[in-house]
C-alpha cells in the first residue's frame, strides 16, 4: 500500500539525509542552519519540510550517523595492533561569558587496512582545576563516550605541561625531555 503518506516519509528522510550531509561537512556552523536566510531558502526548496527550529533539534538529527561513526573508530581501533592518543586541553574566554572556558581534547591514531586514521574523538569541558586527575577524568570520558576501551590505548602523545603529564605517567611510557625531567610537580596557574 504505498500512497501520498509513504513518498512524504521517503520525501522527509531524503531532506534530513541531505541536511545531515550539510551539517558534516567540515567548518561549518550549525548556526547557519537556524538562520532565517537559510529557512527561506530550504521552504523554497521543499515547501513541506519543517528544519528544526533550535540548535538541540539540529544537533538531534546528528545523534544517528555520529553513533554510526563512534562504532566504526571502536571497531577499526579493536581490530588494529595498537592505538595512540593524542590529548591537550584549551583554555579560552568564552565571546558570551566572563569567564574562562576549559576543555581536555583527543585524537586517536591508529593504522587500519594499510592506512594511517587520525579522527576526532572529541572535546569535553574541564570543570575544576587543571590537575592531573580531571585532566585524565576528562580523558576517560571521552574514550567512553565513543566505546574504546583504556587499555587498547598503548601510548598518550602531549605537550609537556606538567598537570597533563602527570595525568598519564603511571599508565602510559612518559617521553621525558632532555633533562630527564618528566615534569611531574602539580602546577595550579601558569602566566605568560
Known amino acids: 500500500m504505498s500512497g501520498k503518506g509513504t513518498q512524504d516519509s521517503a520525501e522527509k528522510k531524503r531532506c534530513v539525509r541531505i541536511l545531515q550531509n550539510l551539517m558534516a561537512l567540515p567548518n561549518v556552523s550549525l548556526s547557519v542552519f537556524l538562520t532565517q536566510q537559510f529557512h527561506e531558502y ?3 526548496l521543499n515547501p513541506r519540510f519543517a528544519l528544526p527550529t533550535s540548535r538541540g533539534g539540529l544537533c538531534s538529527l546528528l545523534d544517528g550517523p555520529l553513533q554510526v561513526i563512534k562504532e566504526n573508530i571502536a571497531r577499526e581501533v579493536g581490530g588494529s595492533a595498537g592505538a595512540s592518543v593524542t590529548v591537550d586541553i584549551w583554555s579560552g574566554r568564552c565571546i558570551k561569558d566572563s ?3 576549559s576543555f581536555t ?3 586517536i591514531h591508529y593504522i587500519r587496512g594499510g592506512s594511517f586514521k587520525n579522527p576526532s574523538l572529541g572535546l569535553k569541558r574541564l570543570k575544576g582545576r587543571h ?3 580531571t585532566v585524565k577524568r576528562g580523558y576517560l570520558k571521552i574514550l567512553n563516550s565513543v566505546g574504546i576501551s583504556e587499555s587498547s590505548i598503548y601510548r598518550v602523545v602531549t605537550d609537556s605541561g606538567a598537570n597533563i603529564v602527570c595525568a ?4 602510559y611510557e ?3 625531555d632532555g633533562t630527564g625531567n618528566a615534569g611531574c610537580e602539580e602546577v595550579t596557574t601558569v602566566s605568560i
Open 42 to 44: 530550504a521552504a523554497a
Open 99 to 101: 569567564f574562562k572556558d
Open 105 to 107: 581534547a583527543a585524537t
Open 131 to 133: 590537575d592531573a586527575k
Open 168 to 171: 598519564f605517567k603511571n599508565e
Open 174 to 176: 612518559v617521553l621525558y
